[in-house]
């Protein structure tokens, strides 16, 4: 498995503000991806991010509004731009660390926007 | 595309009743089949997996099985416990590593 943070934990931004989410593994890994799980809902992928590309963007998920940086293999975040109470939500990132598929989450940063 | 269809919840049961919860795919190929579960407050854990047809993934007294000629990979517990409430995600890779959720399925287990 792989230990996984994320910051923050929780924020409360108003409209039209930016929140930048910051995900942090225990070792070096390939393939990041961060998802979106809005109230209720399931999860979805938002972007997966390589280091040292450009993130690649699930439809519906444009980089204006979801910015990714990928400067090592252990680090990457993802800016939530111009917000809007729609994006009110959990935000996760994950690994693939073992090639077989599988990913690992990180706790999750849970977005309210007001 | 690559899709999960899961059981709809929510589900409640009570202790040391048996457990199943229905999961089928649609995907091209052979893809990996995963159960993940969050508990209350918490993020998303790896339940258990299984990677070809027949294999049967199982972790902490879960067990599910991959039927290829089915096309599903329902979830099962024999005795669940309080502790199992939570929300349970079946979910699939396909060939490009990507992974495809199904809608969640809530559990709730009273005492």
């Known amino acids: 498995s792989a230990v996984i943070s994320q910051k923050p934990s929780r924020d409360i931004c108003q409209r039209g503000t930016s929140l930048t989410i910051q995900c942090q593994v225990d070792?070096?890994?390939?393939?990041m991806f961060w998802y979106r799980q809005q109230p209720g809902q399931s999860l979805t992928l938002i972007a997966t991010?390589?280091?040292?590309?450009?993130?690649?963007?699930e439809s519906g998920f444009v980089i204006d509004k979801f910015p990714i940086s990928r400067p090592n293999l252990t680090f990457s975040t993802l800016t939530v731009s111009n917000l809007s109470p729609e994006d009110s939500s959990i935000y996760l990132c994950?690994?693939?660390?073992?090639?077989?598929?599988?990913?690992?989450f990180g706790p999750g940063t849970r977005l309210t926007v007001t | 595309g690559d899709s999960v269809t899961q059981m709809e919840g929510p589900v409640t049961l009570s202790e040391e009743a048996f457990l199943t919860i229905n999961c089928t795919y649609t995907?091209?190929?052979?893809?990996?089949l995963f159960w993940y579960v969050q508990y209350p407050g918490e993020g998303l854990q790896l339940l258990l997996k299984?990677?070809?047809?027949?294999d049967k993934g199982s972790n902490k007294g879960f067990e599910a099985t991959y039927r290829k000629e089915t096309t599903s990979f329902h979830l099962e517990k024999g005795s669940v416990q309080v502790s199992d409430s939570a929300v349970y995600f079946c979910?699939?890779?396909?060939?490009?590593?990507?992974?495809?959720f199904g809608t969640g399925t809530r559990l709730t287990i009273i005492p």
């Open positions: 994950s690994v693939d660390r073992q090639g077989g598929y599988e990913q690992y």
């Open positions: 070792s070096q890994v390939t393939m």
């Open positions: 991010a390589n280091q040292g590309s450009e993130a690649t963007y």
């Open positions: 995907a091209t190929g052979y893809p990996s």
């Open positions: 299984a990677t070809k047809a027949d």
């Open positions: 979910a699939l890779a396909g060939a490009n590593e990507k992974l495809t």
